[in-house]
């Protein structure tokens, strides 16, 4: 019992300190260190170690996993996406495809709303949401800027739109990732169940949006001026990276024919774009171009979000400290109601997981929430299983959109807009969260559920 509570209270704790990022002062050094998403579940994993509440296996088993859940995979995965991703938009593509969608909308505010809406749409079914989120927000920021127009409906709905259509594809998300290991699932058979419900839920929040920001939305704005060729800066590169990108995430369509694990595919396909970076940024230096003296490949692996590394693995390691508690064993029996009945196992995974990923982040409650259900014994009921394994997804993605606590990606979104100015208060955000959102879970688990009975 001891043991179970000591692996509870740490990881609330460890929960709170994502959250809050305090600052405690080091001693005999005039430095603080600020406690944040990447040292708080390491933080959390030598407190249990210190009381002796964790054993070398459960440390063992968040890093290289088992059979089903390999978390070194999951972070090659997502970590190479990442650098193919960010390696793009250093071109400036991202830039200039909305630099382009300004100009097609001329000087009407309600298309341009539409445009963002669409460009992040498009952009984060082939990339990830956190890429599109960090890359377009300042675009937004700086034409709503120049143009003396409200950002706030423009940067909701891209938002909003950024965490939807990251559950269309296996790679949109790292919670996608982890659930779809977890069940073995290949890049197609994920496809197929989950891109209805996303095309569901992304037009019901588009409409939604609408109503709610029709009157905020100006009919008329002053057009853009930018040239969108000066913001493209290198174009052979924007190619070849939309080549590479466009063919890793074709191969991740064969991957399980061909019997190659999809970390594998990312990981080759980084390499040739890091190569790629690695051989211009030899270029510049030799050129002795000031601008460019750390290199591409310095300033893009700058970029990359490496503090998702400890977090993912300290969390792997918390929850499975959790696993061997009464507590979570208690949980597990209190779900077992839906593994008689499609539409429970469905509409309550999606409706728990959201209210769970508010209360400690969706990448934790995923990974809490994958092994509960592996825990559960779905014999005789493979329908339910997979409504549950499908609406965990759905709720992953869609938390984010409740409160800004929902996903790291809320938190450096609203950091981002806070250094700008731009202040949208965690009240505001919910607000908007839970009048767009109840609507949106309902449209896309009403889809998911149809599927599931007419094809199982």
């Excluded at 965490?163 to 790292?174: D, V």
């Excluded at 499975?320 to 979570?328: C, F, K, P, R, T």
């Excluded at 005789?380 to 299983?385: D, K, L, N, V």
Aim: aromatic share 12%; charged share 10%; hydrophobic share 55%.
């Amino acid at each position: 019992m001891a043991l179970a509570i000591a692996s509870l209270v740490t990881f609330a704790l460890v929960v709170i300190l994502i959250f809050k990022q305090p600052a405690f002062k080091l001693p005999f050094i005039n430095k603080a260190l600020r406690v944040d998403y990447g040292t708080a579940p390491v933080l959390g994993v030598l407190i249990l170690l210190a009381t002796f509440s964790i054993n070398q296996e459960s440390i063992i088993n968040g890093i290289v996993g088992n059979s089903t859940v390999q978390p070194y995979a999951i972070l090659v995965l997502f970590m190479a996406l990442a650098y193919i991703c960010i390696s793009l938009d250093s071109t400036g593509l991202f830039a200039y495809l909305a630099v382009r969608a300004t100009f097609a909308a001329g000087n009407s505010g309600r298309k341009l709303f539409l445009y963002f809406f669409l460009l992040s749409s498009f952009l984060t079914m082939f990339t990830s949401n956190d890429i599109v989120i960090l890359t377009i927000t300042p675009i937004i920021y700086y034409f709503a800027k120049n143009t003396k127009i409200d950002p706030v409906p423009f940067l909701i709905a891209q938002f909003f739109a950024a965490n939807i259509w990251s559950i269309a594809l296996y790679t949109g998300n790292p919670t996608n990732i982890i659930v779809a290991q977890a069940y073995t699932l290949s890049f197609i058979e994920y496809s197929k169940w989950m891109i209805l419900p996303t095309i569901a839920a992304g037009a019901m929040c588009l409409a939604i949006l609408w109503v709610i920001f029709r009157r905020k939305i100006p009919a008329k704005t002053v057009p853009a001026t930018v040239n969108p060729a000066t913001v493209l800066k290198d174009k052979n590169g924007a190619i070849f990276g939309t080549i590479c990108l466009g063919t890793c995430l074709a191969c991740l369509n064969f991957a399980s024919v061909l019997h190659i694990p999809i970390w594998q595919i990312t990981l080759v396909f980084a390499s040739i774009v890091a190569s790629r970076d690695a051989l211009l940024s030899k270029k510049d230096f030799k050129r002795g171009k000031p601008e460019l003296a750390n290199g591409v490949l310095f300033q893009n692996l700058k970029r990359m979000p490496w503090k998702i590394i400890p977090f993912i693995i300290g969390m792997f390691v918390l929850v499975e400290s959790l696993l061997a508690s009464d507590y979570l064993k208690i949980f597990t029996q209190n779900l077992n109601f839906i593994k008689s009945n499609v539409v429970l196992a469905c509409f309550g995974i999606a409706a728990l997981s959201c209210f769970l990923a508010n209360l400690m982040s969706n990448q934790p409650m995923t990974i809490l929430l994958t092994k509960i259900l592996q825990g559960l014994d779905f014999s005789g009921a493979a329908s339910a299983e997979t409504a549950g394994l499908y609406a965990l997804i759905l709720g992953s993605n869609f938390a984010a959109n409740f409160t800004l606590i929902g996903s790291l990606a809320g938190l450096m979104w609203s950091k981002l807009l806070r250094d700008k100015g731009v202040k949208i208060s965690f009240k505001e955000f919910s607000k908007y969260g839970f009048l767009i959102m109840p609507l949106t879970l309902i449209a896309a688990c009403s889809v998911l559920t149809i599927e599931i009975l007419l094809l199982l």
